[in-house]
């Protein structure tokens, strides 16, 4: 039987891997998977209706607080989630994250003037990280380090500490990344990326604030138990002519039981 110790952590997105290519017309490929209790509830990605801006809201839900991991519009706005363990497990946090995808997508403001509205609310939230797209930069921060970092071109990974800190799953899912370039969008959604559920070797395991058992259980890159899981991939291939996303929903042993597609051109 697994017992507790993932207090704290929420529906939120847990490892991302991407390519940017500025200089290759603005072409970001990138596959996420969303890490969840089952029993939150959650809606799948779709546009949603209540959204405010004209240029769309496309985005899964947070059935419970309201927000979302992964974001985007039409413009080609993008922002998403991960969470960061250490130092935050078990703290309760004043204002979801799942707001801030959101609000960063249905502004026009650069990733530099979204994390300085941010500076006097971050301690708000729990423990996050952030990457951003305006179409022109795509940028890091994170409540532990409240700057932008303008990402450099090649392959980035983000799990649940800073961006590319090398755990075992980041270092496999870049190598996965870079295997898989030349295959990408032929092949979108049928290549091994994030698909792995070895569990990494108890020497090579972060200490993140977790129980030994837990820190085991989420070094996994598609993680399997009864009550916390890989729920959901999403992967996405953006430039500046247009966006191609597919979103798989994972049933209770991995496999994938439902696409869901969306395309339009910028």
């Known amino acids: ?31 996420a998977n969303r890490d969840e ?9 779709s546009w949603w209706p209540e959204s405010t801006s004209s240029f769309g809201l496309l985005a899964g839900k947070d059935l419970r607080a309201g927000g979302t991991w992964l974001a985007l519009d039409k413009r080609g706005r993008i922002a998403l989630l991960t969470n960061i363990r250490r130092g935050y497990v078990g703290k309760s946090a004043a204002r979801s994250r799942g707001e801030l995808a959101i609000r960063f997508v249905e502004s026009t403001m650069s990733a530099q003037e979204f994390l300085d509205s941010l500076q006097d609310s971050m301690a708000d939230y729990g423990g996050f990280n952030m990457l951003v797209c305006d179409g022109r930069e795509l940028s890091w921060f994170s409540n532990e380090h409240p700057s932008a ?9 983000l799990s649940n500490q800073a961006l590319d800190t090398p755990w075992p799953k980041v270092i496999k899912a ?8 030349p295959r990408f969008e032929s ?6 990326i994030l698909t792995d559920r070895e569990v990494a070797p108890d020497e090579q395991l972060p200490e993140t604030g977790v129980p030994l058992e837990w820190e085991r259980i989420l070094s996994a890159q598609t993680i399997l138990t009864p009550t916390y ?6 992967w996405l291939v953006a430039d500046r002519s247009g ?5 798989q929903q994972l049933d209770s042993a991995g496999e994938v039981a439902e696409d869901r597609r969306f395309t339009w051109s910028i």
């Open 229 to 234: 899981a890989t729920r959901s991939r999403c």
């Open 149 to 157: 970092h303008i990402l450099p071109p090649g392959i980035h990974v």
């Open 1 to 31: 039987m697994i017992g507790s110790g993932l207090e704290g952590v929420e529906n939120i997105m847990c490892l991302v891997v991407l390519d940017w290519q500025p200089a290759n017309n603005f072409t970001l490929r990138l596959v």
């Open 243 to 247: 966006v191609d996303v597919l979103e």
């Open 187 to 192: 092949e979108l959604g049928q290549l091994d």
């Open 174 to 181: 870049r190598q996965q990344m870079s295997e898989s370039l």
């Open 37 to 45: 209790f089952l029993e939150r509830p959650t809606a799948p990605m």
